[in-house]
């Protein structure tokens, strides 16, 4: 089963995030802040990395760089923020960010997303 790391600390989007990748038959881990996150990344090893850009106690630019050192599996990782600032972008990507995604987003949308790189896997 896919894995997938939701790493967000809106708690309302958090909740409505896990709900809908659990019910597209996902394995979802969730956290609520940068640490915990970094954290399970090295537990879990998921397939994928949902992350926000800004977090407490660590950032999302900080999930992408640490995911992308991780070399025992190629997890992907797809940036959400409501920060549609270009510098952003482009350091994420920089970093290894696999798609970046603007909030608001549809679900529908982030669940296309996610199915698009464990395509590309």
């Known amino acids: ?3 997938i ?3 967000e600390d809106d ?3 958090l909740k409505t995030l896990e709900l809908k990748i659990r019910k ?4 979802i881990f969730c956290s609520a ?7 399970k990344l ?3 090893l998921p397939d994928v990395v949902i992350t926000d850009v800004m977090l407490p106690f660590a950032s999302g630019l900080e999930i992408v760089s640490a995911s992308k050192k991780i070399k025992e599996k190629d ?4 940036v959400c923020s409501s920060m549609g600032q270009e510098h952003i972008v482009e350091e994420a990507f920089n970093l290894g ?8 987003f549809s679900l529908n949308e982030l669940i296309i997303r996610i199915k698009k790189q464990i395509k590309g896997r």
């Open 5 to 7: 790391l939701l790493i």
């Open 75 to 78: 997890i992907k990782v797809i």
């Open 42 to 44: 090295h537990l879990e």
């Open 33 to 39: 802040d940068g640490k915990e996150g970094l954290e």
């Open 24 to 27: 597209e038959g996902f394995e």
């Open 11 to 13: 708690s309302l989007i």
């Open 1 to 3: 089963m896919t894995k």
């Open 97 to 104: 960010a696999d798609d970046y995604i603007t909030k608001p």
